[in-house]
């Protein structure tokens, strides 16, 4: 089990806009992750973060930053979010190196 | 550059069986798999580590040819239940941080 609250679940924003995705979790796990989800294209991952305040890009991370102030939280904000952001966000924790990790239960974002 | 998944789709009767293949171009220490159903987060089956192991989890198990960067996810039996889609996500030994990159996925639909 994840432990993972993600808020806000649904969101319908306007472009150029900036929006915040919120990731808590229960399990102080040490990473966390932000992927993306849409069709034909699997998960992707955008950040990802070791520890607190320690965080590294994934493959698809332009548009999107993070961050990490506390062990149970990491936030996804999009700057200026576009169209092309419109996506499903997940967010997974896991506890250690080489274990799994395991997800939230999703952001659904639209942006028109 | 994510795994490879085979099939993309397939469609079985209650009580068959089916394989599904995951294969990467870079050396993997570890092997995930998820299944997803529509509208729901991922949901963690098993992990296979190099070794070239095998699993199991009720009727579904998977093995980890970790020469060949291969996995394999067998559904045995299949049951209703076993309809959604299958992820992939593999670790490589030299990614920092235990990101997972996933394949496209694979949907299967189990009939009665």
């Known amino acids: 089990d994840a432990g993972i609250t993600q808020s806000p ?27 993306r989800q849409d069709p034909g294209h699997g998960l992707r991952l955008i950040h990802y973060s070791y520890g607190v305040k320690d965080t590294d890009k994934g493959e698809v991370s332009d548009g999107y930053s993070v961050s990490r102030s506390k062990t149970e ?8 979010a576009t169209s092309s952001q419109t996506s499903v966000y997940f967010c997974a924790n896991g506890q250690s190196h080489s274990g799994t990790i395991y997800f939230g239960e999703g952001s659904w974002l639209t942006v028109v | ?20 293949n995951c294969s990467s171009s870079k050396a993997l220490y ?4 998820y299944r997803q159903k529509h509208g ?17 989890h009720d009727k579904i198990s998977a093995s980890f040819n ?19 889609t299958y992820f992939c996500g593999t670790g490589e030994i030299k990614a920092a941080g235990n990101k997972l990159t996933f394949g496209g996925g694979t949907r299967v639909l189990v009939k009665p």
């Open chain 2, 1 to 20: 550059q994510q795994p490879v998944q085979s099939p993309q789709a397939v469609i079985l009767r209650e009580g068959e069986d089916a394989v599904i």
């Open chain 1, 73 to 80: 939280d990491f936030l996804l904000t999009l700057e200026s």
């Open chain 2, 30 to 33: 570890s092997v995930h798999w």
């Open chain 2, 66 to 84: 970790e020469k060949k960067q291969q996995s394999s996810l067998y559904l045995t039996a299949s049951q209703l239940s076993y309809s959604g």
């Open chain 1, 9 to 35: 679940r649904h969101k319908v924003t306007e472009t150029g806009t900036p929006v915040t995705l919120r990731c808590h979790q229960t399990e102080n796990h040490r990473y966390m992750y932000w992927y």
């Open chain 2, 40 to 56: 729901e987060a991922p949901v963690f089956l098993m992990i296979l580590l190099k070794g070239g192991e095998q699993k199991g």
